[in-house]
């Protein structure tokens, strides 16, 4: 399994970025995919999640400005982040865990921002000035 990422950069308080994550390596009909970030001296944390049915779940932190979709024709993940804020700088890894069974979203169940990834990309670095 390959995760790529790609699109992060340094942007101001309130710009936006799009992060996209290709993927290769793997044939997967359950699956859930996230997006997850680590600043510097914190632990990582789940952004959002997407799962092989088109639910997704989102951090609080994120809601209503990060946008997590996917386009399965070209095994690729995207964020769309708005309106960031300097706390959002962090590095941002893309990840994907097979699902044995049907996905169940949410807390839980198998795919939701706080589960354990089995296959990791290098991560793209987000840096939000003030």
């Known amino acids: 399994v390959q995760l790529v990422e790609s699109g992060g950069g340094s942007v101001q308080a309130g710009g936006s970025l799009r992060l996209s994550c290709v993927g290769s390596?793997?044939?997967?009909?359950?699956?859930?995919m996230g997006w997850l970030r680590q600043a510097p001296g914190k632990e990582r944390e789940g952004v959002a999640t997407?799962?092989?049915?088109?639910?997704?779940s989102y951090a609080d932190a994120v809601k209503g400005r990060f946008t997590i979709t996917k386009a399965n024709a070209k095994n690729t993940l995207l964020l769309q982040m708005n309106s960031l804020k300097p706390e959002d700088t962090a590095m941002y890894y893309c990840?994907?865990?097979?699902?044995?069974?049907?996905?169940?979203?949410?807390?839980?169940?198998?795919?939701?921002?706080?589960?354990?990834?089995?296959?990791w990309g290098q991560g793209t670095q987000v840096t939000v000035s003030s």
């Open positions: 990840a994907i865990q097979p699902l044995g069974v049907a996905p169940i979203h949410g807390p839980g169940g198998n795919c939701y921002t706080g589960v354990d990834f089995d296959d």
């Open positions: 997407i799962d092989s049915d088109g639910s997704t």
């Open positions: 390596g793997y044939t997967y009909s359950s699956y859930c």
